[in-house]
């Protein structure tokens, strides 16, 4: 679960580090006001759970109030398009209204699990506010990593390392070793999955401050941490998506043709392959996941159904803990329902499969069977473009 | 021979009582598996499916002396699980549980070095010897004693995969799930390992997706060693959206790291034959058994 910026620094604050003075807006009238208390120029930062906002429009300096309450006009209300949100966007209905400060230094400050060393790790880039991906490539010099266990913790000497790696002054080394401590904490006790502080800033009056923050939380652990499910933000999902989520469904809006429902990630990605395989385009991954039940499973159908994009349906489920019976009443109810007016390719293999196919064919709806996964991709893919 | 479990592995359940673990257990003693016995906190001296149930797992090694686990408990318990199977000397445990949290694992991980144990899992089928014994979730009739081994990240795939290999002659030595999530126990490489010395494997199929970097380990494995068999792979997730997460599977893109066609590049570079039509496996697979006889 991904937290919004004002969300991740309020916790930065409770932990000791410095942010910049801000406040929330939701109107522009409201980013006016902030604008004239905090006193010019300021930031206007769209709140949206997704990266890349600055490339994309999302932030923005206001030298006057009026200014900032025309630019806050402009970006309230809208859907902000990044290279992290797909193509529908995300609804800006915040904007985080900040004191821009002159920044002496910019430097990245992260923290995540690295699955591969099978610990975490503590990372500090000397340039701070790009891409840390692409410069961990490009320029590995500016870059500093710490390995560490999760029942050690970070140790001070550690802390220390990487602030003297980042040139801090004498006198920011005490603060970013106790700050960093602490954040290490707070990562541990609460789950979280990442931590970062892009960028960790020094002002001009040589203070350490964090000016744009990110955190992410594990999913898997917010039933132990029932405090954290109350930031989650609704309206920062795909309306499908989030529907699909509250039937625990795993769906993914894509941009093609052929509307995908199968059980499990990875038959579902390689269904999504196999379609682009003999050219067509998957219009969504979909993961009916194996404790579904029928309702979930009919509610599934119709989310794919939803989308005007598709022009064919792929059924492809291979029954292990899911039963494709249960899939199949499912199916048949979503179909009546909505009264069924695209071709739909099905292949159904193992638990239950007989009883499945009997019923979908008993129903009198317009399915189409496939012996195979092939010949399923196939005949969903030629679907697709009879229909153009 | 297979690998990790076969007709004399002595396999027992934890969370044996519960709804999941009795369906999946009962079909376990259905395929042949010798369970020997279960373990639910509270449980102790029943008997369920006809096996004896503690309340500890120390118990119920000293006792029936187990030589496998396999978990079926809710996420949250699921890394202590592990832990309690490795302090009481279990060596080979396979957990089948889903969304155990990362942070839940990196500590259990370090109880399973401490204590020698394997882990297979988490969020896992499990394992199958066909024949022989399985220890997982997987249905087993799709199966059939052979010389493929299989290793894959996924679980349904797996199926795909198995019954497409079987429908074309090939039966399986072992199939392993070795699970979807950020931090697992055994990976590519280990496996890889015990399939190069098990004389029954004849060829082995991976089966990768996106995410993490097992697939690139075992490239640069196969690499640097005269790997003494013919090697598969399929990778899913060539059109997966980056920055996504595809399933509760640690399936997700971050930055260029971890995308399927990085994998596939550096798989075929370290001779692995790439399987590029995931409903070939199976056929594919045969030709490249046929090319070695």
Known sequence: ?388 | MSILIDRNSRVLVQGLTGKEATFHAQKMQEYGTRLVAGVTPGKGGLKHLGLPVFNTVEQAVRAEHPDVSIIFVPPLAGAEAIMEAAAAGIKLIVCITEGIPVLDMLRAKSWLIRYGASLVGPNTPGLISPGESKVGIMPGHIHRPGPVGIISRSGTLTYEAVQQLTAAGLGQSTAIGIGGDPVIGLKFVDLLKMFRDDEQTEVVVMIGEIGGQAEEEAADYLKVSTYPKPVLAYVAGLTAPPGRRLGHAGAIIEGRQGAAAEKIRRLKEAGVKIIDNPARIGLMTAEALALKN
């Open chain 1, 1 to 388: 679960m991904l937290i919004h910026e004002f969300q991740a620094k309020s916790f930065l604050k409770e932990l000791g580090w410095e942010i910049p003075a801000s406040g929330l807006a939701e109107t522009a009238r409201e980013a006016r006001q902030l604008a004239g208390e905090l006193s010019c120029p300021v930031v206007l930062k769209a709140q949206i759970l997704a990266g890349g906002r600055g490339k994309a429009g999302g932030i923005l300096k206001a030298s006057t109030p009026e200014e900032a309450e025309l630019l806050a006009s402009k970006l309230l209300g809208t859907r902000l398009v990044t290279a992290q949100t797909g193509s529908q966007g995300l609804p800006v209905t915040r904007l985080l209204v900040e004191k821009a400060l002159y920044l002496r230094k910019e430097y990245y400050f992260g923290l995540t699990v690295d699955r591969n060393k099978e610990s975490l790790v503590a990372i500090v880039s000397r340039q701070g506010g790009l891409n840390i991906e692409e410069l961990s490539e490009s320029e590995a010099g500016l870059i500093n990593k710490i390995f560490f266990q999760l029942d050690d913790g970070l140790k001070n000497f550690q802390a220390r390392q990487l602030a003297y790696f980042l040139e801090l002054s004498d006198n920011l080394i005490k603060d970013f070793v106790a700050r960093t401590r602490l954040l290490v904490g707070f990562f541990i006790e609460n789950d979280l999955k990442l931590l970062e502080i892009n960028p960790l800033a020094v002002t001009e009056d040589n203070r350490l401050t964090a000016v744009d923050a990110r955190m992410e939380f594990d999913d898997c652990s917010l039933a132990r941490h029932p405090e954290l499910s109350a930031l989650r933000e609704g309206g920062q999902e795909n309306e499908l998506e989030k529907e699909a989520r509250q039937y625990g469904l795993n769906y993914i809006k894509m941009n093609g043709h052929i509307g995908c429902l199968v059980n499990g990630a990875g038959l579902a990605m390689a269904t999504m392959d196999i379609i682009n395989h003999f050219g067509g385009q998957p219009a969504n991954f979909l993961d009916i996941g194996g404790g579904v039940t029928e309702e979930a499973v009919s509610r599934a159908f119709e989310i794919l159904l939803l989308d005007s994009q598709v022009r064919s349906a792929l059924i492809n489920i291979f029954g292990g803990i899911v039963r494709c019976d249960l899939v199949a009443r499912g199916v048949v109810t979503a179909a009546r329902h909505i009264s069924l007016n695209r071709p739909v390719v099905v292949r159904l293999e193992g638990t239950n499969v007989a009883e499945g196919r009997k019923i979908l064919e008993e129903s009198g709806l317009p399915f189409t069977f496939a012996q195979d996964f092939e010949q399923a991709a196939r005949l969903a893919v030629e679907l697709s473009r009879k229909l153009t």
